[in-house]
């Protein structure tokens, strides 16, 4: 399974924009990308996943580039809600497969 | 729908007892799946069932670890006994056959050995 890279922390301040980028250079060609979020005393919580291109959804949007090496994870006019730790994991979508969790990219949101 | 149900939230127990976690998945999901966090460290994958059969296992440490999925239903992850290297945080996937777009993880439970 494809290894990710992603920042260990980040800091922002309530209505800006936060994009978070992985790196995922050895990803396979039947790899998602798929990002969870999960809060203090929570279990990760899938968030979007994609697998080429732009893919938006209510939370977040997910940028992949043509190579796929990388991805970034774009939370539109984050809230102190939005402080929480953020996975990237790259893996095939389909059930059964073991996802492997690196450190997170930790964000604090501040006022 | 009801989402992933763990219990206890929280465990503290002694060196050489036994703990019992449980974990109600999402009704229909065939597949449920056990993670865990101990300090300090990622959040490692132990074991898949599908249904009541198990698998993969691979992510099991050892032999004091044993998953249960009885009725293939709700399941069970027995710790006998316990070390305090096993202290950390205990979570439940599941998800449904096929292709998915994600796993709903329950809450863990926190497992504390003393």
């Known amino acids: 399974l494809a290894k990710t890279t992603q920042p260990i922390s980040m800091d922002s301040y309530e209505g800006q924009e936060v994009n978070i980028t992985c790196s995922h250079n050895?990803?396979?060609?039947?790899?998602?990308i798929t990002w969870y979020q999960q809060f203090p005393s929570q279990g990760p919580r899938f968030i979007i996943q994609?697998?080429?291109t732009k893919v938006t959804n209510e939370v977040a949007s997910l940028f992949i580039p043509a190579d796929r090496k990388s991805s970034t994870l774009s939370l539109p006019r984050v809230s102190l809600s939005d402080t929480a730790v953020y996975y990237c994991?790259?893996?095939?979508?389909?059930?059964?497969?073991?996802?492997?969790f690196g450190k997170g990219t930790t964000l604090s949101v501040s006022s | 729908e009801a989402g992933v149900t763990q219990f206890p939230s929280h465990s503290v127990i002694e060196k050489g007892q036994t703990v019992t976690l449980r974990c109600d998945p999402i009704?229909?999901?065939?597949?449920l799946y056990w993670y865990r966090r101990v300090m300090g460290k990622e959040i490692k994958f132990l074991l898949h069932?599908?249904?009541?059969?198990?698998?993969?296992e691979s992510g099991m440490p050892n032999n004091r670890f044993l998953a249960e999925r009885t009725g293939g239903t709700y399941s069970t992850l027995k710790v006998q006994p316990a070390e305090l290297e096993d202290s950390g945080v205990y979570f439940c996937?599941?998800?449904?056959?096929?292709?998915?777009?994600?796993?709903?993880f329950g809450s863990g439970t926190r497992l504390t050995v003393v």
């Open positions: 996937a599941s998800s449904q056959t096929g292709y998915y777009y994600g796993y709903t």
């Open positions: 050895n990803i396979a060609t039947n790899d998602y």
């Open positions: 994609g697998y080429k």
């Open positions: 994991l790259v893996a095939f979508n389909q059930a059964g497969t073991a996802l492997i």
């Open positions: 009704s229909g999901h065939d597949n």
């Open positions: 069932f599908v249904k009541e059969s198990k698998q993969d």
